[in-house]
């Protein structure tokens, strides 16, 4: 199983937090964008996370690596 962290910005009237989110996967990895997009809702203009505004986002693995996982899900659908 590999486990990454979707780190969201949550901005407010006078300061930005950091809230992360764990994720895992058993066999065809995820994106850290498809982490993302199952996490928040959609109202334009807006980006909102249990109710408060997301400002950006990024991910990390475990060992604090950057995880974007496009590569890994690649190398899963050629077989590799």
């Not at 203009?45 to 590569?71: L, M, Q, R, S």
Request: glycine share 6%.
């Amino acid at each position: 199983m590999k486990v990454f962290f979707l780190y969201l910005l949550i901005v407010t009237n006078s300061e930005v937090n950091v809230i992360k989110v764990p994720f895992a996967y058993t066999l065809r990895p995820i994106t850290c964008d498809e982490a993302f997009y199952k996490s928040v809702t959609h109202k334009i203009p807006y980006t909102f996370y249990k109710g408060k505004v997301v400002g950006a986002h990024y991910c990390k693995d475990i060992f604090g690596n950057w995880y974007w996982g496009y590569e890994e899900q690649l190398n899963y659908d050629l077989g590799h």
